[in-house]
């Protein structure tokens, strides 16, 4: 055996995280389904490449690993992560260890756990985020499994892992699905982050008149601030760029149809499921199927804009834009780690919030300032177990609130869509309210089907209303 873990699928992921495990001094046998690919790989990967063993088929890769052998796949969601398995499962021994290290939904890690432990051999489901660079520099790692299966990749896992203030931004956070749904819920915050960047850059950019570059100077400097995090870094160079054909703005050339994979509607179905509605996350999701509708878009931009909307509405300050996005986002993160704890406690996982939040402090796509004051509230008082009710979490958004109302009002004048933001300032508002309307719900529920409610005078529960009289 000359190898410490082998590696399946040398995609751009793959291909990255061998190099990282390489660099960090760990030889790793790599196999990918078109053989070729492998020797390209390795003859590309200069001094690299002494720590790179070629594997070209399922025997030799186990065969250059030592017992208990560790196998981590890289490999597209779904079929083919199941056709790898299938394929490798026989070579292995007892105890070996396979890891899916793409973006699974985590009921098929669930299913591919048991089925393999049945079998006699152990599975870790690995969420791993931070792009490309991510992959070959630092991710942010998030285990589930079995601990004594972790226990034997750690070694490798932590140290090809990000680091925040000298701690590995990887973590085993529980058995099973635990962290390819981690890594889903991470993904839902992704997209609540994205389309709320993208909805105020749109405040600017149709609802404002304002030019690329001096949008993209403004995320430049808010970046410097509490809003401080990848996204808004690299949104600020997004939209600093032109492009070489025409000189254009780049974001002018491209195509306002976003891409899904999945992880983001995953993580809306799976809250669902748990009675949970992470609505900024939702809405995200939404606006990207809305974007989708290209032609719909095309054809309603005639039909219902000049009539329905005022051209321009309300001046937005600048200032309320950047606190306004700010308590978007801590109501999006929010949701993020509510419905992580509803799993948590559906699926029994314990999951250590704070520790999450910690792992996402760098490495990851979400990485921000923020992390760090989720991390310390989860290790504080926390009323409720709600973010939005950490006393540090209450002071910011006292502070930035009333601009998010301003920013939503002004959208919602001039005809700017703002799906995420609004759909944050409206969960906000319904928890602050001790009573809210859903008695008539329910009332409406008694007069056509008899459905009962709770009075809330007697408690008493399967009350009914004097409708019919
Ligand atoms: C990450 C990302 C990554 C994701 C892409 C594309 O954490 O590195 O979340 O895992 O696959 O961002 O996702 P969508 O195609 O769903 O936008």
Known sequence: AEARIGLVGLGVMGANLALNIADKGFPVAVHNRRTSVIHDFIGKAGPLAENLVPAEDYAALAAALTPPRAVILMVPAGGPVDSVIEALTPHLDTGDIIVDAGNADFNETRRREAALRDEGLRFVGMGVSGGAEGARHGPSIMVGGAEAAYAEIAEVVESIAARYQDTPCAAHLGPDGAGHFVKTVHNGIEYADMQMIAEIYGLLRHGDGRSTDSIAELFHGWNQGPLQSYLVEITAKVLATADPETGQPMVDVILDSAGQKGTGRWTVVEALKLGQ?????????????????????????????????????????????????????????????????????????????????????????????????????????????????????????????????????????????????????????????????????????????????????????????????
């Open 277 to 469: 509605s992470p609505m900024a996350i939702e809405a995200a999701v939404a606006a990207r199927s809305w974007s989708a509708e290209k032609a719909l878009r095309e054809t309603g931009e005639g039909l219902l804009s000049p009539q329905d909307a005022p051209e321009t509405g309300p001046r937005v300050l600048d200032g309320d834009l950047e606190r306004g996005l700010l308590a978007a986002r801590i109501i999006g993160y929010a949701q993020g780690f509510w419905l992580l704890s509803a799993a948590s406690e559906e699926f029994d996982w314990s999951l250590d919030l704070a520790r999450v939040a910690e792992i996402w402090r760098a490495g990851c796509i979400i990485r921000s300032s923020l992390l760090d004051d989720i991390a310390q509230a989860f290790r504080g008082e926390l009323p409720g177990g709600a973010l939005i009710l950490a006393p540090a979490f209450v002071r910011m958004l006292r502070d930035s609130v009333s601009a998010l109302r301003r920013v939503v009002a002004a959208a919602a004048v001039s005809g700017q869509p703002v799906p995420a933001l609004s759909a944050a300032l409206a969960y906000y508002d319904t928890m602050r309210q001790a009573r809210g309307t859903a008695a008539l719900i329910q009332g409406q529920r008694d007069f056509f089907g008899s459905h009962g409610f709770v009075r809330v005078d007697t408690g008493e529960a399967d009350q009914h209303g004097p409708w019919g009289a």
